[in-house]
């Protein structure tokens, strides 16, 4: 059944195009990987999908259902949630707190403190530090369990490895691989392919706000990634530097 669907979303910051003509459709258990460059329009796909920013042109349905202008917080109500870019954990709580503040806007379903903490045991560690005194890896740990909280059928994670060591990153991917094992539908954006590549079973490629590549990872090839990823005959950086 498709969980997500996009029909030519169109997105403007002013007289900025940030997303032009974009659909796109997602299955239920699916893994999406959204690859591109920097400003290719990654973090502005996933505003329209949370909610937080309203398209100028076009719908977004979940579960066949038009939510194109439903507020953020009734979208988390319906199974979406979002691990934002920089994490954005509140410093002065605990990393419990910032865990039962995800929780405030829920689904029925099973997720739990205690099933957070067994996804990621180092921060169980750490439940009564403050997120402003844990390391990156830490912070991701928590903003994704925070997310977990809410009990969605759809997550939505914005550049989950942006900064962190790669052994950080394999632990994280590791129990993301579980939640999806659990049935969770994952949008995964990362300018960064091997992770990301290494989860997914869809991938789109992004450009400078359209969509020019979409795919399996079995079947495209790294020469057709690195041309949509940078544009033909663009190749200025390898994925990952920044
Ligand atoms: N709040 C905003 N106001 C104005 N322009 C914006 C805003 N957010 C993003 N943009 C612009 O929209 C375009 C797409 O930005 P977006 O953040 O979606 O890209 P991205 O793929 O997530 O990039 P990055 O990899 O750097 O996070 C860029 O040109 C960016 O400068
Ligand atoms: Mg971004």
């Known amino acids: 059944m498709t969980m997500l669907r996009l029909e030519g979303v169109t997105a403007n910051y002013g007289h900025l195009r ?29 505003s329209l999908i949370s909610g937080e920013l309203k398209p100028s042109n076009g ?26 870019e920089g994490r954005h954990l509140f410093a002065s709580l605990t990393v419990e707190e910032n865990l039962l503040v995800g929780g405030s806007t829920r689904r029925a379903g099973s997720w739990s403190l205690d099933a957070v903490y067994e ?16 390391s990156g890896g830490e912070q991701q740990a928590v903003a994704i369990g925070r997310a977990l909280m809410s009990n969605p059928a759809l997550l939505l994670l914005d550049e989950v490895s942006l900064g962190l060591a790669p052994v950080i990153v394999r632990d994280l991917y590791v129990g993301l691989r579980a939640v999806a094992n659990e049935g969770t539908t ?11 590549l290494g989860v997914a079973n869809q991938v789109l490629c992004l450009l ?5 590549l979409t795919g399996s990872p079995q079947t495209l090839s790294q020469s057709q990634m690195m041309n949509a990823y940078f544009g033909d005959g663009e190749r200025a950086r390898t994925p990952g530097d920044r």
């Open 186 to 196: 994952l949008l995964v954006v990362e300018q960064d392919l091997t992770e990301a």
């Open 119 to 134: 996804l990621f045991p180092f921060i169980k560690e750490r439940r009564r530090s403050r997120g402003g005194q844990l």
């Open 18 to 46: 940030a997303l032009e003509e974009m659909s796109l459709s997602l299955d239920e258990g699916e893994i999406l990987a959204v690859l591109g460059a920097n400003g290719a329009g990654k973090s502005t796909l996933l």
């Open 208 to 212: 400078d706000g359209r969509v020019v």
């Open 59 to 84: 719908k977004v349905f979940f579960n066949e259902v038009d939510i194109t202008h439903l507020d953020p917080y009734r979208r988390v109500r319906q199974g979406i949630a979002l691990v934002p």
